[in-house]
């Protein structure tokens, strides 16, 4: 399968505790995003990278919150001191830079619940 | 900034009756359109996309939506549902402005649950 990727699928950690994901993008595709999805809700921007540099972080991505991509390729999601309202199913995308035909794939997602 | 609307939270339809979801977006000079349906606890599937041209755009599954750009809407239609459309569809839109050209992210809507009845 080459799709993307999310590993773990699913998390629970206890308040207070850090956490990191991972993201492993289609391969040939340079751009990478991060997206949070409540329940009830639409999925929400995180931040998103061009290669290895990342181009935008939303208000949401709280100082708790670092995403990294060191070499282009697979990316991690990391929460430190996790809060209840992190809770949420978090979902990475790729796509390629080809504006005639610009589609993000998503993954399955990992669902973190914070206890 | 962005928005989507997507007024009907959850729509019930009967096995093989026409469906129309409805998404209305937030004006912007340049919009890329999109619906993605999401089954239970998987990630989003593309259902289909515009970009430019035609209006009117075909999808997968026997989805397709059209574009009107006077009432900054795109609904997604079926003529007749199956069991297996059972999901959430969302309405997502890249838009931008002069001022945010280039603009890379998605702004989704809240969803919309689709419920078949046999």
């Known amino acids: 399968d080459t799709g993307v990727s999310q590993n773990p699928r699913h998390k629970i950690t206890k308040r207070g505790q850090n956490v990191t994901f991972r993201c492993d993008p289609i391969s040939e595709h340079n751009r990478l995003y991060w997206y949070r999805q409540t329940l009830g809700q639409g999925p929400e921007f995180l931040t998103y990278?061009?290669?290895?540099?990342?181009?935008?972080k939303s208000r949401l991505l709280s100082d708790r919150f670092s995403a990294e991509r060191p070499k282009g390729s697979f990316s991690t999601l990391e929460i430190q001191r996790t809060e209840q309202g992190d809770s949420a199913m978090y979902l990475c995308?790729?796509?390629?830079?080809?504006?005639?035909?610009?589609?993000?794939?998503f993954g399955q997602g990992t669902r973190l619940t914070v206890v | 900034a962005q928005s989507v609307t997507q007024l009907d939270s959850q729509v019930p339809v009967f096995e093989e009756a026409p469906v129309e979801l409805r998404c209305n977006y937030s004006s912007s000079v340049s919009v890329y359109l999109f619906w993605y349906v999401q089954y239970p606890n998987q990630g989003l599937q593309l259902l289909l996309k515009?970009?430019?041209?035609?209006?009117l755009v075909k999808g997968i599954n026997g989805f397709e939506a059209e574009f009107n750009k006077s009432q900054t809407s795109f609904h997604l239609r079926k003529p007749s549902v199956h069991i297996s459309d059972t999901a959430e569809y969302f309405c997502a839109v890249r838009g931008w402005e002069i001022s945010n050209f280039g603009n890379e992210k998605l702004t989704f809507g809240t969803g919309t649950r689709l419920t078949i009845i046999p």
């Open positions: 995308a790729s796509s390629l830079e080809v504006v005639e035909n610009t589609e993000a794939f």
């Open positions: 990278f061009q290669n290895e540099a990342q181009l935008e």
């Open positions: 515009y970009l430019s041209g035609s209006t």
